[in-house]
């Protein structure tokens, strides 16, 4: 049971809170049966992205014997079965997209199905196309912002939605970046796409994507688009832009330190980002609520 606790990786939960932005950013996070859903959304995609973890640690269990952290995983430790694996992604899968149905009908159970068949396609053959593999992960952060917004019937502007999709890709390189540093010469072994990225290109990348994310987070806060009206208290959201760049550089400085590998347990125990991180959430919620 440890074993399979540990497969659904519950530290990874924390990108689910990716489905609050919208109804919060909204004003209606604090309306009745709101939060509710909000929370109900939340833990659908905690269920859904569980189910791809069993799925993608059964078909990587060779490769992650051969990386310094995730030879200890559980099914490629031996502790799991296959068979047992992916009996628990079915049931996960069909317990998010019973869930996605009565929360909000068939546009969230296909959100959570779009979702699993990007997750499995990406096990399967996506993470052996270069390019490709880091939009199909960054994908997962899009989905669950959009999930959000249908799933408390709120209104989704194009800028957040581009935005939402730099972030995420800009998370994605900078996970690929980090990798490419740690696993030196083994990299290729333990995901072969990362013999196909040189660093120069991943530095590119990261410039791009880095410079996309605060370039339309600002045009986002500036056009109010999506946003709850509260006057000038608006002011406090275009503020907020100050965190979101600083936090950029300060991921950009620990890449180039080597850092960066792994995204949540930087964000769980980065206190700089932590403290940067309740900066941009108190200053967009004095923009919507105050």
Partial sequence: MWGIVRTARPKQWAKNVLVFIAPGAAGVITHPGVAGKALAVFGI???????????????????????????????????????????????????????????????????????????????????????????????????????????????LSSWFLVVTSFGALFLVVGKRAGEHHVLGDERGNHRATLDLYSMQFLRSALTLSAGATVTTYCLWAFDHTGLARRGDHLVWIELSVVPVIVGVLYVLRLLDAGEGSAPTELALGDRTLQLLGLSWAILVALGVYA
């Fill in 45 to 155: 995609f905690c269920a859904a992205a569980s189910g791809t973890y069993f799925v993608n640690d059964t078909v990587d269990a060779e490769a992650d014997r051969s990386h310094p952290d995730k030879a200890g995983r559980p099914i490629a430790a031996g502790v799991i079965g296959a068979p047992t694996a992916i009996s628990a992604a079915v049931v996960l899968f069909a317990v998010a997209l019973a869930g996605a149905w009565l929360v909000a009908s068939w546009q969230l159970a296909l959100l959570v199905g779009v979702y699993g068949a990007i997750n499995v396609a990406y096990s399967l053959r996506l993470k052996h196309v270069p390019v490709v593999e880091l939009a199909a992960v960054a994908s997962g952060f899009v989905v669950r912002a959009i999930a959000g917004g249908i799933g408390t019937h709120v209104f």
